[in-house]
């Protein structure tokens, strides 16, 4: 499984590249490119570019219409992330 990217990937990203990483970073469900146009100042074909450059980076995801962030490695996981394993005490 590769590695997850980290902070450092991100921060050599052109400017627009890491506001469209954060803007979809905020929502953990993901943004379509529609709405993603409404929100942010770029044509849809430099948005379509970004998105695909930001997926060749490993810094996005696609699944179907909507795209997402990837966490960074090194970030606090979310909730969901972390499994909780039961523990169970035991008298010797």
């Avoid at 469900?29 to 044509?43: M, P, Q, W």
Wanted: hydrophobic share 35%; proline share 10%; charged share 30%.
């Amino acid at each position: 499984m590769p590695s997850r990217p980290d902070a450092a990937m991100l921060n050599v990203q052109p400017r627009q590249r890491r506001r469209v990483y954060t803007r979809l970073a905020e929502a953990p469900a993901g943004r379509s490119v529609k709405h993603l146009l409404a929100e942010l100042d770029i044509t849809e074909p430099e948005l379509r570019e970004t998105l695909r450059k930001l997926d060749a980076a490993g810094l996005a995801r696609r699944t179907r219409a909507t795209w997402t962030a990837v966490p960074l490695e090194g970030s606090d996981p979310k909730p969901s992330e972390v499994s909780e394993t039961p523990i169970s005490l035991r008298a010797s």
